[in-house]
């Protein structure tokens, strides 16, 4: 069965240092771009970052440039999202997305989702 699996979420201090990852099963990333999005109760999901298996590209959303790199591991058919800087505004749920193959990190269908990871930022 093809699945993503996200983990590293968790409670950590403002200012502090979360890495989170995802994980690909059943398929390989390779020729997709996987993208990571976050969603709070009673809000749209929003995209966090998104880098392309095919040609290395990234893609961040303005508020987290500079703050959350985005790198893969091909060999581990894994993503990270390295979030530095955290905010009690980057409380959500973390999940992370891969676009079916030869699909750039502007496209807007993903085939597979994770089941998300939790981040809580105190202040």
């Known amino acids: 069965e093809a699945q993503l699996v996200e983990s590293g979420g968790g409670l950590v201090q403002a200012g502090g240092s979360l890495r989170l990852s995802c994980v690909a099963s059943?398929?390989?990333?390779?020729?997709?771009?996987i993208a990571w999005f976050r969603q709070v109760p009673g809000k749209e999901r929003e995209h966090v970052s998104c880098i392309s298996r095919t040609d290395g590209s990234t893609l961040y959303a303005d508020a987290m440039k500079g703050r959350f790199p985005i790198s893969s591991d091909g060999a581990k058919n894994t993503v990270y999202l390295q979030m530095n800087s955290l905010k009690p505004e980057d409380t959500a749920v973390y999940y992370c997305?891969?676009?079916?193959?030869?699909?750039?990190?502007?496209?807007?269908?993903?085939?597979?989702w994770g089941q998300g990871t939790q981040v809580t930022v105190s202040s």
């Open positions: 059943g398929f390989t990333f390779d020729n997709r771009s």
């Open positions: 997305a891969a676009t079916p193959r030869g699909y750039g990190c502007h496209a807007i269908r993903f085939d597979y």
